[in-house]
């Protein structure tokens, strides 16, 4: 009885599936692997395997949709008879390596000459053209056809899709995912295949009847498009299960349901170099952005605060494309996952980071130190019922602020906090009781991350006049405010350092200050942070003053370091 199938399944264990076929891949000893073939002989033989395969698996689906565009497919695999392409379908051409897959096409009581053109090509070997014209295809299908052909021809047979597309012309890719059932098969004699152990030819696996296989992660694909010349506009994995009715049994088959990722992470605003402290950050370099539920996913995993996706051009240049995400949810900009993420990037150069907001200027010097430029500031002044479910929240009472000088304000440099200005230390780590459900709630309400509460009283007790140098080079050696941020809204009770929340508070102080010298004024500012988690963290503030007291730029500096990395698997789908 033929089992139902059911594509997208996703009542699995992805991160034990993913263990166990790794155990199971690694636990493959050398007596279990079937070793007749060498790569010389799966190339030279490959068509007559080809061919031997479509005898064996005679039959043909058939496209039962209309399309109007010109399409090229080309074939890997012959499937089993269902009426999959009907007389509608245009104008296709079909290749294939196999003669007898052809004939099996022509032989169809469907297959209309005058609609469709199906002809045998090699396109490892064969013409640079496909035999079509350049640009005249408007949609490529290449279904189990990357996997049949050796790694090192993978690079060309792209290029010569590439040329053949019309611009603006589509692929349509599938093939053998990482981890599918085929490839857990392979590792054992008794399914008929085995790796392929020509170093030539890579992560390869042979059938039994000399046909290879191919196992791609996303990655893979997005990297071997992308080098092509093609930009991804849709990589995922697809996952079917099959469940036979007649024995109520389910038959778990794994096209690539499974992502990995390396995940770099970070201490990032420490307050020096080996120094123990400051917030991490995971850093996952991509060639392209998976689904956001994917990069979700991974964040949840990794567990902290924020974890930042990069992904640069095939070209290296200077445009650095990044999301943020935390456990719950992505943001528009974190400060410290960028320090970090910019951390190991070439000293003494300036790029372009693009978020999903805007663009920001990023820099990097000869020590390690990264300067991240921030959205100009805007600043919004609260009401009165809002203050006190702020100071409810908070355990404070009106006597904790100074609200006449410091008032409660919602700032922003890319990302809105509530700042809560507090008259002293003890204030701040003693009295300060947090109440993480009445912060979310107020935080959804205001459409902000959270809160960021400071104080002044930093090296003179009792008093919180501002203390900052006004500087034009150099960096103060002193802090400037104590602080501490909580995004429960966000899945982040308390944060150790907060970048853009640091920007906003430099820009903020400065604002309050109203400064009416007659030039132009760089300020710079230091805040400590992290404290009451035992993690200090030192964030620098600089903020440009206009000679109208219009604050012009505002960006943070700080440096990061590495404290490991983490591998870490997540389901490809819903």
């Known amino acids: 009885m033929r089992p139902a199938r059911s594509f997208h399944a996703h009542d699995f264990d992805w991160n034990e599936h993913a263990v166990m076929c790794r155990a199971q891949l690694a636990c493959a000893g050398e007596a279990d692997r079937v070793e007749e073939y060498t790569g010389e002989e799966l190339s030279t033989m490959a068509q007559e395997h080809w061919d031997a395969f479509h005898a064996k698996n005679n039959g043909i689906r058939w496209f039962s949709h209309a399309c109007a565009r010109k399409t090229l497919l080309l074939s890997g695999k012959v499937y089993k008879p269902r009426n999959y392409l009907t007389k509608e379908f245009p104008d296709l051409i079909v290749l294939d390596f196999s003669p007898h897959a052809i004939n099996i096409l ?97 992560n390869v696996y042979y059938r039994g009847d000399g046909t290879l296989a191919t196992f791609f992660s996303i990655q893979d694909v997005a990297a071997l498009f992308v080098d092509g010349g093609f930009a991804v506009v849709e990589n995922d994995y697809c996952t079917v299960r099959l469940r036979n009715r007649r024995t109520n049994t389910n038959m778990d088959r794994d096209d690539g349901r499974m992502m990995e990722f390396e995940v770099s992470l970070y201490d990032s605003l420490v307050e020096r170099k080996g120094a123990p402290g400051g917030n991490k950050a995971g850093v996952v370099h991509v060639a392209s952005f998976p689904s956001d539920r994917v990069m979700q996913a991974v964040a949840k995993v990794v567990g902290y605060s924020e974890t930042a996706f990069v992904s640069r051009r095939p070209d290296n240049s200077n445009n650095v494309y990044i999301r943020f995400f935390t456990p719950e949810g992505e943001v528009d900009l974190c400060g410290h996952a960028t320090i970090a993420a910019f951390s190991t990037m070439p000293p003494s150069t300036t790029f372009a980071m693009h978020t999903i907001k ?36 908070l355990g404070l009472d009106a006597d904790d602020i100074d609200e006449a000088q410091y008032p409660i304000t919602i700032a922003s440099t890319g990302l809105p906090d509530v700042f809560v200005h507090v008259r002293s230390r003890t204030i701040l780590a003693d009295k300060l ?36 140098q006004v500087l034009t080079k150099g960096v103060p050696t002193e802090y400037t405010a104590e602080c501490r941020n909580f995004a429960p809204l966000y899945g982040i009770d308390e944060e150790a350092a907060t970048g853009t929340s640091s920007g906003a508070l430099g820009a903020l102080l400065c604002h309050l200050r109203r400064r009416t010298d007659a030039e132009t004024t760089t300020c710079r500012m230091v805040f400590s942070q992290g404290r009451s988690m035992h993690l200090p963290s030192r964030i620098e503030s600089i903020v440009t003053v206009d000679s109208d007291g219009a604050i012009s730029r505002v960006s943070i500096a700080g440096i990061a370091q590495s404290c490991g990395t983490q591998i870490v698997s997540v389901s490809a789908l819903p």
């Not at 209309?112 to 490892?124: E, G, M, Q, S």
């Not at 295809?137 to 996997?147: A, E, I, P, Q, R």
């Not at 920001?360 to 809002?386: C, E, H, K, N, W």
């Open 358 to 393: 805007s663009t920001l200027i990023v820099s990097t010097d000869s020590t390690g130190r990264v300067t991240m430029d921030q959205d100009l500031p805007i600043f919004y002044s609260p009401s009165a019922t809002v203050i006190s479910s702020v100071l409810e929240s």
């Open 106 to 202: 022509k032989s169809n009581p469907l297959y209309d000459p005058a609609r469709c053109c199906a002809y045998v090509c090699d396109i490892v070997t064969g013409a640079d053209d496909l035999g079509v014209p350049p640009t005249s295809m408007d949609v490529v299908l290449m279904v189990f056809v990357l996997s049949a052909i050796p790694p090192t021809s993978l690079s060309q047979v792209v290029q010569k899709v590439y040329r053949a597309l019309r611009p603006g012309g589509v692929v349509c890719f599938r093939d053998y995912g990482l981890y599918d059932l085929a490839m857990m098969r392979s590792t054992k004699k008794v399914h008929a295949g085995a790796p392929c152990h020509d170093e030539n030819l890579g």
């Open 433 to 468: 009781t947090p109440n993480m459900d009445l912060i979310a709630k107020v935080s959804k309400e205001l459409s902000t991350i959270g809160y960021h509460v400071y104080t002044l009283d930093v090296d003179n007790p009792g008093t919180y006049s501002i203390p900052f």
